[in-house]
């Protein structure tokens, strides 16, 4: 079924996981954030859905364009899901402390929104991992 690598079932993989994660977060945000509002439970869920497209797509980048470097999965996902996350944080930082500050209290050390960062690079680590496992990576990919 995942015999050859391909670019599609890089991106399908990554969807799925994206959206399974924030399925979790649709459902579970509630019981952390009860007054948020279905806007942000619908960013979310959407947010991590195109985040796995996004690690999925960059799999065919095995090698920095400019220098030259090797890009492997386990390089290249951490720094593209914690980008997307760091991103998320700007857009919804009011919602994100709030929402820390109940998990966490006023005054503890994990107050900040921008560990949503690292949550990002651990979930891309995840989505990357499936991704190559299952869909292959490389220019290959866009072959087949």
Avoid: Q
Wanted: charged share 10%.
């Amino acid at each position: 079924m995942f015999g050859n690598p391909s670019l599609v079932t890089r991106i399908a993989i990554g969807k799925a996981v994206g959206f399974v994660v924030g399925l979790c977060g649709f459902i579970c945000l509630p019981y952390f954030l009860p007054e948020s509002g279905w806007l942000f439970r619908w960013g979310i869920l959407l947010w991590y859905t195109t985040l796995g497209a996004i690690v999925g797509v960059f799999g065919v980048f095995t090698y920095h364009p400019i220098l030259k470097l090797p890009m492997p999965w386990w390089f290249r996902a951490p720094i593209v899901g914690g980008w997307m996350n760091f991103v998320l944080t700007f857009f919804a930082y009011d919602e994100m402390k709030t929402m820390m500050a109940a998990l966490f209290g006023e005054t503890g050390w994990l107050t900040s929104p921008f560990w949503f960062t690292a949550e990002g690079a651990i979930v891309g680590l995840l989505i990357g991992y499936l991704a190559t496992r299952f869909g292959g990576e490389g220019k290959e990919t866009v072959d087949r």
